[in-house]
C-alpha cells in the first residue's frame, strides 16, 4: 500500500466545498511541505500544488492547501464538473531518501 | 512549452530487458534534474528515479535499486532508464518528469508514459 493515506472518494455538488486529506508520517509530511497532483482518466497526472500552497501558473485560486502536523489537505471551492479527477498528495520522504504518494482520492462532482 | 516524450515501452518477459527514453524539450535540460514515476493499473504514482542535471547523484527507490539505472544525454536532451530483471510488479505505465519530486523541485511536467507490461 502507499505511505502516504488518503481517502478513496470523495464527493459534492456544483458549487460546494471540498476537502481531500493525506496522513503521513514524521518523515515526511511531517518534516517537509506537500505537492498536489490532479489525474484524468487516460491521461498523465499534473502538478496543482507546491510546497503544501503554491499553485503553478493556470492552477484557479479555487484549489488550496494546508498542513498541520503529519496530515495535509486539500480544499477545493465553487466545485465544478471539470474538477471530477484522481488527487493525489505527495512529500519528500527523509528516510526513504525520495517522493511519496498517497493511494488516490476520486473526487465526483454530483 | 515543456513537452516529454518517452520511448521504449513494450511487452517483455520476466527476467529480462528493457530500455526507455524520453525525449524533452521547450527548457534547457541540463539544469534540471530529471526522473521517472510509475503508475500500475489503477494504483497510485511510485517514484522510480531521480538524476541532477549534471547527470551525478543518481538515486533509486529500493524497489528497483541494482536492477534499474537511470541516465541522461544533455547533448541530446534525452533521459533514459535501462531495466533489468524485470519482474512482474514492474508492470506500469512508466512517465519521465520534470523535478526531482520535492516541494522546491515538484513534478511539474510530465510525459504522456509508456506502457510496460511483463509477462510470460
Known amino acids: 500500500q502507499s505511505v502516504l493515506t488518503q481517502p478513496r472518494s470523495a464527493s459534492g455538488t456544483p458549487g460546494q466545498r471540498v476537502t481531500i486529506s493525506c496522513s503521513g508520517s514524521?518523515?515526511?509530511?511531517?518534516?517537509?511541505?506537500v505537492n498536489w497532483y490532479q489525474q484524468f482518466p487516460g491521461t498523465a497526472p499534473k502538478l496543482l500544488l507546491y510546497?503544501?500552497?503554491q499553485r503553478p501558473s493556470g492552477v484557479p485560486d479555487r484549489f488550496s492547501g494546508s498542513k498541520s502536523g503529519t496530515s495535509a489537505s486539500l480544499a477545493i471551492s465553487g466545485l465544478q464538473s471539470e474538477d471530477e479527477a484522481n488527487y493525489y498528495c505527495s512529500s519528500w520522504d527523509g528516510s526513504l531518501n525520495g517522493p511519496v504518494f498517497g493511494g488516490g482520492t476520486k473526487l465526483t462532482v454530483l | 512549452e515543456v513537452q516529454l516524450l518517452e520511448f521504449g515501452g513494450g511487452l517483455v518477459q520476466p527476467g529480462k530487458s528493457l530500455r526507455l527514453s524520453c525525449a524533452a524539450s521547450?527548457?534547457?535540460?541540463?539544469?534540471?534534474?530529471m526522473s521517472w514515476v510509475r503508475q500500475a493499473p489503477g494504483k497510485g504514482p511510485e517514484w522510480v528515479s531521480s538524476i541532477m542535471g549534471s547527470g551525478e547523484s543518481p538515486f533509486y527507490a529500493d524497489s528497483v535499486k541494482g536492477r534499474f539505472t537511470i541516465s541522461r544525454d544533455n547533448s541530446k536532451n534525452t533521459l533514459f532508464l535501462q531495466m533489468n530483471n524485470l519482474r512482474a510488479e514492474d508492470t506500469a505505465v512508466f512517465y519521465c518528469?520534470?523535478?526531482?519530486?520535492?516541494?522546491?523541485?515538484?513534478?511539474?511536467?510530465w510525459g504522456q508514459g509508456t506502457l510496460v507490461t511483463v509477462s510470460s
Open positions: 510546497t503544501t500552497n
Open positions: 518528469a520534470k523535478g526531482y519530486g520535492s516541494g522546491r523541485s515538484p513534478f511539474d511536467s
Open positions: 521547450g527548457f534547457t535540460f541540463s539544469t534540471y534534474a
Open positions: 514524521n518523515s515526511n509530511i511531517g518534516s517537509n511541505t
